[in-house]
């Protein structure tokens, strides 16, 4: 059974902090998805990683996927109150995703 | 907005009634997945359809059950309900540059009383 671990579970930091959330396995993945999700409603996606060592960027959002494929972490840089939310990374294999169970974020003003 | 749509948006019902959850996928998306959030688990896989034909089961009750059309919609169906089966329901479809990105769809809240 793949797993994926989250950590921390909780984060609540000020606006303008930085911070960086984990995401680990002990199983490879070919791809890894983040995902963003608002109290009620569907996760939307974030970035897709497929190459180990690969680091992507979405303005203050930075996404690493581990070299052996199995680990991820998302960087944000100066947090605001609308980076609010459940960060969920998922594990791509077989045309199926295996969820962490997310890092719940609080950016306060 | 992901292009996917789920209704209804909220449902309360009581134990030992049967629901359906109705899902479309994109547009031009074949793959429609379910999936069950509850506070403690997570989010679950719950099963999988292409093209209207069953993929993949995940951690789905024997008295829930799915089929997707030939239109691509899905339903999702749960019966004798307990109060453990209140949780939000969501439906993914699956496309985009990577085969294994999935989008999801607003979702449907169930509660059980």
């Known amino acids: 059974t793949q797993l994926l671990e989250q950590s921390p579970q909780f984060l609540s930091i000020q606006e303008g902090e930085n911070l960086t959330v984990y995401c680990n396995s002990s199983s490879v993945f070919s791809s890894l998805q983040w995902y963003r999700q608002e109290p009620g409603e569907g996760p939307v996606l974030l970035v897709t990683?497929?190459?180990?060592?690969e680091v992507k960027k979405l303005k203050r959002l930075t996404f690493q996927f581990g070299d052996a494929r199995k680990d991820s972490s998302l960087h944000i840089t100066a947090a605001q109150p609308g980076d609010t939310g459940l960060y969920l990374c998922a594990g791509g294999s077989n045309y199926k995703l295996t969820f962490g169970k997310g890092t719940l974020l609080t950016v306060n003003p | 907005d992901s292009g996917v749509t789920q209704t209804p948006k909220h449902l309360i019902t009581a134990t030992g009634q049967r629901v359906t959850l109705r899902c479309s996928p994109r547009s031009g998306d074949l793959s429609v997945y379910w999936y069950q959030q509850s506070l403690d688990q997570g989010l679950q896989f719950l099963i999988h359809?292409?093209?209207?034909?069953?993929?993949a089961k995940g951690n789905i009750l024997e008295r829930f059950s799915a089929q997707q059309f030939p239109d691509l919609h899905s339903e999702l169906n749960l019966s004798s309900l307990e109060l453990g089966d209140s949780a939000l329901y969501f439906c993914?479809?699956?496309?985009?540059?990577?085969?294994?990105?999935?989008?999801f769809g607003p979702g449907t809240r169930l509660t059980v009383l």
């Open positions: 990683v497929v190459t180990g060592g």
């Open positions: 359809y292409y093209n209207g034909e069953e993929r």
């Open positions: 993914a479809s699956r496309g985009g540059t990577n085969y294994n990105e999935q989008f």
